[in-house]
């Protein structure tokens, strides 16, 4: 297969930039388009080359559809988009339910993204270490106004100790590796480098559509031809869509709830069912470590362990690590259908990956990150979350395909009215009967009911994220007629 | 228990009254809960309902196909008790509905007597009908539904652990006798009627004997067919079109309201009698196949449709398909790559447009992005769509005939233990027939990178 184009692949999409622990999104609208192209123009973008150090700075940026056709993408070039890229997060009601944004998610409530929000056409992202991180952000914000661009909004991120997002538990440990890129990890992890970037070839051996303009539509040249010989200029290449969802958790709600179900027979609480509760309901303890591996109690050694499949691992029905449980059904390896523990089901499954890298705000609700504290803090009125941003190049059979199909489905895998026991949406709205969380067990079956939704929507996008000479060509659009 | 039929009932609609009938018609998304005109809910022994437009429209030679409104049903047997329902208890809104169409009685002649014969002389037999599992009527599914509904009321007020599986079980056992309204579940299901039962034992044997006794003349031409079919596969043009986005969303506006979903789409089949030739075999295959083979609930791992239909329409020149299914559209269509691509393939490469198909089973479909563009342009909107049991899924309903079908019956310590993994999660389905494990095992994939 061929290797990527890491020179003119955005490093974001290759890289999570770990070693840079501040990190800054800003989501801006283009009042004038000429002094946004010759900012453009100049901006130092970082590619997914080399890994960042710990004192670099890096740049990356993405648009909105809205935000192409502001700069003078052609609209011929336009429709050749994925189609929730034109229509957009927030367009239809249909798409409202298959995401979940309903009732108090629904955007008309949101901070950004919604109808009633301010138009958003880039989302600038900015990373470096801590302490440079506002810095960094001074120093690009004060050439905003000349790039004729506002700031709609400006969102800070923070990195919670140990790699935490605000529950408490361990984030972002399964990533598809990238055919190409990445060194061969665990078998059925590999994925066709289509999947994820633009211009290759994905899961099902093709070339997904994406904007292909005719020589005469780039003179200078600037774009790279397509892989396929055919004489167009290849805008999608080396891009990404990029899917940004702003989602603020309940993490009072969440420990308060896990504290009352677990509560002794004499009312007294019980921190250890509660810990483990809550980890069988996210599929790994709070350092990391999988269920399938080390069932009964936390193993920190384990914190980054990815190595293991669900049939294949010996949980076949969920013993260890439930079947509606966050991690399985987000990712549910070789557990479904056609023939589970199979060659064929990972296969299956690879057709439905994303790479994510989203970064938490809003300060710990207990610093200690435990929930103890967590209880003991009671509820700030401050928000908290996760800036959840995941990559893709279909979005309808990856990011929306996980949201509905597997993570807001109460009938995921066989099961009845169980949606994701963290992030599900309760079955929002008129859908099914949501909110069960069930443990498989022996002799027979545990289960919660009445979870309250943990985790809602307060902002998001769909945004494309081109490669850096597509950027370039976009600095040189001439004005729209 | 009955077993399941499909009636699809079809009419002409008259000059000018497409516009009306639409307007009383509706979209799903308008009335999703219930459609007062004909009260589906109260009919008894039915699973689905639709009503479907098709609109005027042109075939391939150019001639007018007038438009037409079809009535789809799926219900337990026997259909007159179904068809004297449809007559009395949904007459008024037959009238209204069907009043629209050029052979309904006259406002003056519209009695139970005429309507009965109305939709009698109007149904169109399916070429192939798909059950998830046969035998299974709306009493039984949704009766079997409360059964671990109350089970699993019954489980959430004790705490078991520390005891054994067997006392698990009988506390579940002594639990169901003493509901009185759980009565009937104390003896399994009834199968169908062993007249059913017969008639279908014989078609299995009896086909299988006749394809044995014609195999020599199959044989010997198929070569022939095999070159045929060659020369017609690289000459047939797919369709590029693509349907605007205002079309598509018009879809998805009806998608997605719960777990269940339909789909209805038609095309014309490809001109020529080798095509219909070819079309004609494999769906009569298919029939065999969706009869004996694949009829525990799974077509190679795809377990989401409850029932679905081929039906010919506009004396045979074009044919419509469609289902009740459990998910999205997007996983549905994704379910027929992954899944059953070989299988659709032999069916649809036969339709006008469809994406280049390659020895019949390869490539058609498993061009993800011309079969996900095509689809929309031969979908039709199902105007009212009607389910009996809107929160069940196909696995849902087989576990819980698996849970009642063992409730009281005789099991070692594994069967117990399975058993009781029932009310964790529904997701052990019966294994497929022998048959059909040997067709799954056809590595599809593999052996069509070689052949496209």
Redesign the interface.
């Given at each position: 297969m061929p290797a990527l184009e890491l020179t003119d692949i955005q490093g974001i999409i290759l890289r999570g930039y770990g070693s840079l622990r501040g990190a800054c999104f800003v989501l801006l609208a283009v009042d004038d388009p000429g002094a946004t192209k010759r900012w453009l123009g100049e901006l130092d973008l970082r590619s997914g080359q080399t890994r960042p150090s710990a004192a670099d700075t890096c740049v990356n940026i993405a648009f909105t559809y809205g935000g192409l056709a502001r700069l003078g993408f052609s609209s011929d070039s336009l429709a050749m988009f994925a189609?929730e890229f034109?229509?957009g997060m927030t367009a239809?009601?249909?798409r409202q339910?298959?995401l979940g944004d309903l009732g108090e998610s629904q955007p008309e409530g949101w901070r950004w993204g919604g109808p009633r929000g301010e138009r958003v056409d880039l989302l600038l992202m900015l990373y470096a270490a801590d302490e440079q991180i506002e810095q960094t952000y001074q120093r690009h914000a004060g050439r905003f106004p000349g790039a004729g661009l506002r700031v709609i909004e400006r969102l800070t991120t923070i990195f919670l100790p140990g790699r935490k997002e605000h529950f408490g538990f361990r984030d972002g440990i399964a990533q598809p590796l990238i055919e190409g890129f990445d060194e061969p990890g665990r078998p059925g992890n590999t994925v066709a480098a289509g999947e994820f970037v633009l211009g290759y070839v994905n899961a099902?051996g093709?070339y997904?559509?994406r904007p292909l303009l005719s020589p005469a539509q780039d003179p200078q040249g600037i774009l790279p031809s397509t892989p396929t010989a055919s004489g167009s200029r290849d805008f999608g290449r080396n891009g990404s869509y990029l899917v940004f969802r702003q989602l603020s958790q309940d993490v009072g709600t969440f420990w308060r709830f896990l504290d009352d179900k677990t509560r002794t027979a004499a009312g007294a609480a019980d921190p250890a069912a509660r810990l483990k509760l809550a980890s069988k309901m996210v599929g790994r303890w709070p350092s990391g470590a999988p269920l399938v591996k080390t069932p009964d109690a936390d193993n920190p050694q384990l914190a980054d362990d990815d190595d293991f499949l669900y049939h294949g691992s010996g949980d076949a029905?969920?013993f260890k690590c439930p079947?509606?449980s966050h991690v399985r059904r987000s990712n549910p390896r070789d557990a479904l259908?056609?023939?589970p523990g199979s060659e064929?089901s990972i296969?299956?499954g690879k057709?439905h990956r994303i790479i994510r890298r989203g970064r938490a705000y809003g300060p710990p609700l207990a610093t200690s990150m435990e929930p103890t504290d967590m209880l003991a803090a009671g509820d700030a009125t401050q928000e908290r979350g996760l800036h959840f941003i995941c990559f893709n190049t279909h979005i309808?059979?990856q990011f929306?395909?996980i949201q509905?199909?597997w993570v807001n489905?109460?009938?995921f895998?066989?099961?009845?009215t169980d949606d994701d026991p963290l992030i599900g949406d309760r079955g929002a709205d008129?859908?099914?009967?949501a909110g069960t969380f069930?443990?498989?067990?022996?002799?027979?079956?545990t289960?919660v009911?009445g979870l309250p939704r943990f985790v809602h929507v307060r902002g998001g996008a769909y945004f494309f994220m081109p490669g850096i000479r597509a950027v370039r060509f976009l600095a040189t659009l001439p004005a729209p007629v | 228990m009955p077993h399941q039929e499909s009636l699809t009932v079809i009419d002409q609609i008259k000059p000018g009254q497409i516009g009306p009938l639409k307007e009383l018609l509706g979209t799903l998304a308008e009335h999703r809960d219930t459609w007062e005109v004909i009260p589906f809910g109260k009919l008894p022994a039915l699973h689905f309902a639709r009503l479907v437009v098709f609109d005027e429209t042109k075939d391939l030679a150019g001639t007018v196909v007038p438009a037409r409104l079809a009535l789809l049903t799926n219900i337990d047997a026997p259909l007159d008790a179904h068809l004297h329902a449809l007559a009395t208890l949904g007459g008024d809104g037959l009238d209204r509905v069907f009043g629209h169409c050029h052979d309904f009685p006259a406002p003056g002649a519209r009695t139970v007597g005429s309507r009965t014969d109305y939709l009698r002389g109007h149904a169109v037999p399916s070429r192939v009908f798909y059950v998830n599992r046969q035998g299974r009527s709306v009493q039984q599914i949704t009766q079997e539904a409360a059964l671990r509904r109350a089970i699993d009321g019954f489980l959430d007020t004790r705490d078991f652990s520390g005891k054994s599986p067997l006392e698990v079980r009988k506390a579940i056992q002594e639990f169901v006798r003493t509901q009185p309204d759980l009565g009937w579940a104390t003896s399994p299901a009834e199968p169908p009627s062993r007249r059913w039962r017969t008639r279908e034992a014989l078609h299995k044997v009896l086909m299988a004997a006749a394809a044995v006794i014609l195999s020599p003349i199959v044989l010997v031409s198929l070569p022939i067919w095999l070159l045929l079919l060659r020369r017609h596969e690289t000459r047939d043009v797919p369709d590029p079109s693509q349907a605007s986005a205002d079309h598509v969303r018009t879809f998805r506006a009806d998608e997605d309201f719960g777990g269940q979903n339909q789909i209805l789409a038609v095309g014309f089949f490809k001109p020529g009698w080798f095509r219909k030739l070819t079309a004609t075999a494999i769906l009569g295959l298919t029939d065999y196949a969706v009869r004996h083979i694949y009829n525990r609930g799974s077509l190679s791992g795809l377990n989401t449709i409850h029932f679905a239909r081929w039906v010919p329409l506009d004396d045979d020149k074009r044919m419509f398909f469609s289902s009740n299914y459990d998910g999205s559209l997007e996983s549905y269509m994704n379910d027929f790559i992954d899944k059953a691509a070989w299988g659709l393939n032999a069916i649809f490469s036969n339709g006008d447009g469809f994406p280049r198909a390659a020895y019949l089973f390869c490539g058609g479909i498993t061009d993800e992005q011309a079969y996900k563009r095509f689809l929309p342009t031969r979908q039709v909107q199902s105007r009212v769509w009607y389910s009996a049991y809107k929160n069940l899924s196909t696995k849902n309903i087989a576990n819980n005939a698996e849970i009642r079908q063992a409730l009281f019956a005789p099991l070692d310590q594994d069967q117990t233990d399975a058993w009781l993994r029932r009310f964790g999660v529904g997701n052990e389905l019966p294994a497929p027939a022998l048959v059909a494990r040997l067709l799954n095992r056809i590595p599809w994939e593999r052996t069509c990178r070689h052949w496209s």
């Open positions: 189609g034109r229509e239809t009601k249909h339910r298959i099902y093709q997904t559509q029905h969920g079947v509606g259908e056609p023939d064929r296969e299956v057709r309808g059979r929306e395909f509905h199909t489905n109460p009938k895998d066989g099961l009845y008129d859908k099914d009967e069930t443990v498989q067990a022996t002799p027979v079956r289960r009911v | -």
